[in-house]
């Protein structure tokens, strides 16, 4: 008579999500102060993803303990990291009851061929993507939302724009073709046919795509909206900041009200110092999250 | 030409937008107080309730939402909306707009894993009414003056008060338009009797 875990169900969760900011947070304080700002999810991490990147060494799961807190302190979904293609990681998070998990490529890869199945799951999952080749096949395995990759734990908005441009260009182009140049376009992006039969058909992806990596300031994130992006995710922009209270005040209102600028420049006044940042060409070719998947 | 906006601060608003254009009026998205002079109903749409209260405050919505209401315009909550709309919240001290006399628990089905679809009958929409519930809330206890729509393993998922309507699941996830169209009739009977 019910039935739990449906395509609709998960996908219709993210799109819940729509128009709001998710964020990273380490413990149930950072957590308190996301949700008291208006974050419509949290994502439970060990180290955010600039810290990920310091530290260097295999990145894993968090430590169950610390989703757990998160889970008990705020009433806002919870979202948390798996590696890529880790089964084990996936299902334990499913089982503590976390509401999203993101397969993630800021923490280091357990198989570096396959991606989740996500579709075996009940629990929903978000999925980085640079192109909509890597959207689709994603979404093919059963990801309910996508993000895009960015370059992440840089706060340079510079690869979350390539990524975002190049899925909107991409589904313009498709789009534009007859049917008869569909497979050819599926065989070149390494994407299901039928999945971009769908999308050409609508003019947009069937599930919400986020923009993530490297949002380092509110207009940082109305940019990110007026691209097209469906919401942001802030991962060590906030809790990296000077003032993390008022500064994920301000990127909650720059996302919702994108376009009034006038607004984001009140609400740019006095943040602090923003992340240092770094610029990609400093980051080595084995350090780029971004590559680690496809 | 009826027409009805849908709160735009955060969640599921395009999907509104097209239900409601499918059942044939106007729809708005409404991200700014002025914008509730040109609608004759309004939906709060799903979300995250915490969200759309903190926005709903920093731009003065609050007094503004009760306002419309108050004037006998309909207003429409589907799930955080809901929450919205409720005068009491099991567990928290202060509700939001204190619409309609109920009380509301939240994330009262369990968490993202435990969403579903279902079936419901619903009184005058109809029966065989897949309904999508997303980490839902539920009506608790409803004061005499509440219409109860629509119950779920006894608990109750949509409910009417004179011109405010809500649902505890997602009407505008699916194609099928009966509950939005209900909403649209009473919005279309508010202004015969403004007129």
Redesign the interface.
């Known amino acids: 008579?019910?039935?739990?875990?449906?395509e609709?169900?998960?996908r219709?969760?993210a799109?819940?999500?729509?128009?709001?900011v998710i964020m990273d947070v380490v413990n149930a304080e950072q957590a308190k102060i996301a949700?008291a700002?208006?974050?419509?999810?949290v994502m439970a991490l060990e180290r955010v993803p600039s810290d990920i990147r310091a530290a260097g060494g295999v990145a894993r799961m968090a430590d169950p303990t610390i989703t757990e807190d998160v889970l008990n302190a705020v009433?806002?979904?919870v979202m948390a990291k798996a590696r890529i293609g880790h089964i084990v990681e996936a299902r334990v998070l499913?089982a503590m009851?976390?509401?999203?998990i993101d397969e993630s490529e800021v923490l280091t890869p357990a198989d570096d061929i396959y991606h989740l199945n996500k579709s075996d799951y009940?629990?929903?999952f978000v999925c980085g993507c640079r192109n909509l080749g890597e959207a689709a096949r994603r979404i093919g395995e059963g990801a309910s939302m996508l993000r895009t990759k960015g370059e992440p734990g840089t706060g340079n908005i510079v690869e979350a724009v390539r990524h975002m441009r190049e899925v909107q260009s991409e589904i313009r182009k498709l789009s534009a073709m007859s049917k008869d140049e569909v497979m050819t376009f599926a065989k070149v992006i390494g994407a299901p046919f039928e999945l971009l039969l769908q999308i050409r058909e609508e003019g947009r992806l069937p599930v919400v795509n986020f923009a993530a990596g490297g949002i380092a300031t509110p207009s940082d994130a109305a940019l990110m909206m007026e691209l097209g992006a469906d919401g942001v995710f802030v991962g060590s922009g906030i809790f990296k900041s000077d003032n993390p209270e008022k500064f994920a005040k301000a990127i909650?209102?720059a996302t919702?009200?994108y376009q009034d600028y006038a607004l984001i420049s009140e609400l740019s006044k006095g943040l602090g110092t923003a992340m240092k940042g770094l610029e990609m060409s400093t980051i080595a070719a084995h350090d780029r999250m971004q590559d680690r998947s496809e | 030409m009826i027409t009805i906006g849908v709160l735009?601060?955060?969640?599921?608003?395009?999907?509104h937008i097209r239900s409601i254009e499918a059942c044939g009026a106007k729809a708005v998205e409404v991200?700014r107080v002025e914008q509730l002079e040109e609608i004759n109903g309004i939906i709060l749409p799903?979300?995250?309730s915490?969200?759309m209260r903190?926005?709903i405050d920093?731009y003065g919505f609050f007094s503004a939402l009760k306002e419309f209401g108050r004037q006998g315009k309909p207003v429409f909550g589907t799930?955080?909306g809901l929450i919205l709309m409720a005068s009491e919240i099991d567990g928290q001290d202060n509700a939001h707009l204190g619409l309609m006399n109920m009380k509301v628990a939240?994330?009262a089905f369990g968490?993202?894993?435990?969403?579903?679809?279902?079936?419901l009958e619903v009184s005058h929409i109809g029966d065989a009414f897949n309904a999508?519930?997303?980490?839902a809330p539920y009506v608790l206890e409803a004061g005499p003056e509440v219409e109860i729509l629509a119950t779920?393993q006894d608990r109750i998922v949509a409910a009417k008060q004179g011109h405010y309507l809500c649902t505890a699941f997602?009407p505008e996830?699916?194609d099928d338009n009966r509950v939005i169209a209900h909403f649209v009739t009473m919005v279309e009977a508010s202004m015969k009797a403004t007129a």
Not at chain 1, 97 to 100: P, R
Request: with cysteine.
């Open positions: 008579m019910s039935n739990t875990g449906t609709r169900v998960k219709g969760m799109e819940m999500q729509k128009g709001g949700e700002a208006g974050a419509v999810a009433s806002i979904p499913e009851g976390v509401d999203y009940t629990v929903p909650v209102e919702t009200h | 735009a601060l955060q969640g599921a608003v395009r999907e991200k799903g979300g995250e915490t969200t903190r926005l920093s799930c955080a939240r994330n968490r993202q894993v435990a969403s579903f679809e279902a079936d999508v519930f997303i980490r779920y997602h996830l699916t």
